[in-house]
């Protein structure tokens, strides 16, 4: 399998509801989401992203498009096409009165996972949850209900799992635990997709990503040739203190940072950083200390989404 989920021209139009005008929330998206990587979908609030996911749990009926699970299409074969994918959602609703196992031996009797093949031990373990196992999920903190939500989606041991803003809100040590069973999912071979609005997280965790705005796809790239687009470095420069500069490459824009340091961003496909060294060099400015920052996914984010 070369590509875990293929998407062609998916649209999504949300009716009109009383004085509510129709939404075209999705408006023709082309994507191929390769097995076995962990991909990430960005954009804004409101871009569609949620539809989309909701599209591919086949919680929202698509208007047009199609969608090919693992192999199979959603509409020819939706059984097979929802049973390769697992979904952990946002929300935090949950039976008050189930326990985590409980949980999960109903959610593995919707999809059919005969007793036998079901892993609820093992899955209760993996989320942390295992001395928490037969408490009311109404005792249950916001992080536990997550990690919940997490098994729930494994129950079935899904090709790919759906990740919906996964640790929005979670403290530091929860998002740590989620990213290391992500990691050890994937490392077993499992398609990861996830959407999140921490952008320096998307940027460590994912091989791959999708910029969608306004119910487009922007980009899809992988993380390195998306943060290479941005034709931007800059140079941080220890000079011992302020010092007067000589004039530097045409492009090349120094600034005085609080801390004394000298930061001279410059497009390096015009520049070569020994360019501006060899300029401060031959000027005398003393350089003690050097390093190279690279433009992070947030600027290429919001270059992406301008407008
Ligand atoms: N059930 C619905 N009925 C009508 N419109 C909807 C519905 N769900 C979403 N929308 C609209 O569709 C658009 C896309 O929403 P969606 O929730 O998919 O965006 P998102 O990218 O997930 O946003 P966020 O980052 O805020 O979660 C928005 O304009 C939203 O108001």
């Given at each position: 399998m070369s590509n875990a989920l293929e998407i062609l021209g998916l649209r999504k139009t949300y009716a009109a509801q009383g004085r509510v005008p129709a939404k075209e929330a999705l408006k023709g998206i082309d994507l191929a989401i390769p097995a076995g990587s962990i991909f990430g979908l960005l954009g804004p609030n409101g871009a569609g992203k949620s539809t989309l996911i909701n599209t591919l749990a086949g919680l929202v009926n698509k208007t047009a498009g199609k969608v090919t699970i693992w192999g199979f299409d959603q509409d020819v074969n939706p059984r097979q096409s929802r049973a390769a994918i697992g979904v952990m959602p946002q929300?935090?609703?949950?039976?008050?009165?189930?326990s985590p196992r409980a949980s999960l031996e109903v959610q593995a009797g919707l999809y059919g996972v005969p007793k036998s093949e079901r892993w609820t031990d093992e899955l209760l373990a993996l989320v942390g949850l295992t001395d928490q196992a037969?408490?009311?999920?109404?005792?249950?903190?916001g992080g536990m209900r997550r990690r919940l939500l997490l098994a729930k989606a494994l129950v079935h041991r899904p090709q790919i799992l759906v990740l919906d803003e996964?640790?929005?809100?979670?403290d530091i040590t929860l998002r740590e635990m989620l990213w290391q069973n992500v990691r050890r999912l994937n490392d077993d071979g499992m398609t990861i997709i996830l959407t999140t609005h921490y952008l320096e997280e998307a940027e460590q965790m994912c091989d791959e990503i999708a910029i969608i705005n306004h119910g487009q796809l922007v980009v899809q790239e992988g993380t390195r040739e998306l943060l290479a687009r941005a034709d931007g470095k800059t140079l941080v420069i220890d000079a011992g203190g302020r010092v007067a500069l000589p004039s530097l490459p045409a492009g090349a824009h120094p600034e005085w940072r609080p801390d004394g340091q000298l930061a001279i961003s410059y497009p390096p496909s015009l520049i070569r950083a020994d360019q501006l060294l060899d300029a401060l060099r031959g000027a005398g400015?003393?350089?003690?200390d050097v390093a190279s920052e690279q433009p992070d996914l947030e600027e290429v984010f919001v270059t992406m989404t301008r407008g």
């Open positions: 929300e935090l609703n949950m039976d008050p009165y189930f037969n408490a009311y999920a109404r005792n249950l903190s996964p640790t929005a809100g979670v400015v003393p350089i003690l």
